[in-house]
Nanobody, 124 residues
């Protein structure tokens, strides 16, 4: 069994930065590529960013390019998401997800393992 646990969310002001973390525990070999998704109130969950197993390939939704930065430290079994210049539209629950293939996908159906999510609220 593998478990993903997100942390780092909270209430922040517009323009601030935030770093989210996702720790993988248990059968870490079940997780290769990873991704961040988010779900805003009243909306469907959407892809934000993905990273390959070795961290060399990254993918971003067009809406977050230039402000979101994904990375991972395989020695710590941890994935990160830095969000710069937060906007109220970034308010959402952020989920990390893992799949058993080396490259990420933008489709949530391709991920078998999910965290419980961390709330990010951007408000003044």
């Amino acid at each position: 069994q593998v478990t993903l646990v997100e942390s780092g969310g909270g209430l922040v002001q517009p323009g601030a930065s935030l770093r989210l973390s996702c720790v993988v525990s248990g059968r870490t070999d079940y997780v290769a590529a990873m991704a961040w998704f988010r779900q805003a109130p009243g909306k469907d969950r959407e892809f934000v960013s993905g990273i390959s197993q070795d961290g060399k390939y990254t993918d971003y939704a067009d809406s977050v390019k230039g402000r979101f930065f994904i990375s991972r430290d395989n020695a710590k079994n941890t994935m990160y998401l830095i969000i710069d210049v937060l906007r109220p539209a970034d308010t959402a629950v952020y989920y990390c997800a893992g799949r058993d293939w080396v490259y990420p996908s933008q489709s949530e159906q391709d991920y078998r393992t999910w965290g419980q999510g961390t709330q990010v609220t951007v408000s003044s």
